[in-house]
């Protein structure tokens, strides 16, 4: 019967071979792939067993097919070094030379714990940590994109920045001021029912002034934006990554950073200032109605009391920290589109892990603002 087996289906093979000289060869046959040598685990211990002599000849010039997996077996039998005197075939040489090239990393020891709290708590920061160092390169990407379109402004994406302006702020104004002016009505009634009792009603354009302006605004706008806006950015880039989008984009040279992040950073970071100064002032003027019923504060008096109760610096440090907001909000909604994977049950978790994040994160800095400018702006 004629042998109807292919290269692939030849059996590896090993045999030592004496010359004349005494000099002692190790001979490799057959095929050394993957499904040849998992039907032959043993020839990974007499491999071993040969290479503990440096001295061995080694052939492996009659190897009909030889694979990645073969290659590496070979390899770290050698001690990672091609031996002296190696006979191979030309075309299989840039197999081993690949692994010369590169450093195989060596598999790092886990440490477990029997203590659940301490096993979730390494794993918490784990991916903390994992994340963070995303999100840093993501920034230095945006970094470097700027300093691109600096040198080449033609290719600025200004459609796209003003598309992300129109959804993220025009199309927020009905919202943010309806939860601005709702939020200055309550604030200014609950400080009216303590000022009643020591007969200081006059200061509540103070507590409204400072309050809103500097801290309230600012930080709603940003809570709003971050649940309505960012969660569309995150579920936009994620339905790009399901639809394979993001894949042609790669394949047509397109860079992600600098079509889908930078345009949702530059407008975020432009236009939640702006959105601010409309939360606050439709905050001021819920403020101003609830005055003017419950302690009899003409809106007169109140405009003009304002500008002296609240110095221009608070107004400055709510446009700063709206910027920054914008931007941290922008760029963990990127980050989390772009962890999405091609399912619909990933796009739902990483988009409420964005909204999360990113609330988490606004309010952070908004502390950290409070701190490092605790006693400026203070009348």
């Known amino acids: ?128 940590w994992r994340q963070l160092l995303k999100l840093v390169t993501l920034l230095g990407r945006l970094v470097l994109d700027i300093g691109y379109l600096l040198l080449h402004p033609g290719e600025t994406p200004w459609s796209e920045i003003s598309i992300t302006i129109y959804e993220s702020g025009v199309r927020a104004l009905g919202i943010t001021a309806l939860v601005g002016f709702l939020i200055g009505i309550v604030l200014s009634y609950l400080s009216a029912l303590q000022l009643k009792i020591f007969g200081a009603e006059i200061y509540i354009i103070d507590i409204l002034g400072l309050s809103v302006i500097r801290e309230l605004g600012p930080l709603l706008a940003a809570i709003l934006v971050a649940g309505r806006s960012g969660s569309a950015m995150t579920a936009q880039i994620g339905i790009m990554r399901v639809t394979e989008e993001l894949d042609a984009l790669s394949a047509m040279g397109i860079s992600h950073s600098l079509r889908l992040t930078l345009p949702r950073v530059t407008a975020l970071t432009v236009v939640l200032p702006l959105i601010s100064v409309w939360t606050s002032a439709m905050a001021l003027i819920g403020g101003m109605v609830s005055a003017q019923n419950t302690l009899d504060i003409s809106y007169q008096q109140f405009f003009l009391k304002l500008p002296d109760v609240v110095p221009l610096v608070n107004v400055f440090i709510g446009l700063g920290k709206s910027a920054v907001f914008g931007l941290m909000i922008a760029l963990i909604a990127c980050h989390f589109g772009f962890r999405i994977k091609p399912n619909t049950e990933s796009l739902g978790n990483e988009t409420t892990n964005s909204v999360v994040a990113a609330i988490t994160v606004v309010i952070m800095v908004d502390a950290v603002f409070a701190i490092l400018f605790m006693n400026i702006g203070t009348p």
């Open 1 to 128: 019967m004629t042998d109807t087996r292919t290269n692939q289906d030849i059996p590896p093979t090993l045999e030592l071979v004496k010359h004349d000289s005494g000099q002692s060869c190790v001979k490799l046959s057959g095929s050394w792939n993957l499904r040849s040598l998992v039907a032959a685990p043993e020839l990974n211990l007499k491999i071993s067993s040969y290479a503990t002599d440096k001295n061995m000849r080694w052939d492996i010039d009659s190897v009909q097919v030889v694979d990645s997996a073969g290659a590496l077996m070979l390899w770290k039998a050698w001690g990672k070094k091609l031996p002296v005197g190696l006979q191979l075939k030309p075309e299989h040489r840039h197999l081993f030379e690949r692994w010369q090239a590169q450093e195989i990393p060596e598999p790092k020891p886990v440490y477990s714990s029997s203590n659940p709290v301490i096993k979730y708590g390494n794993q918490l920061f784990a991916d903390f």
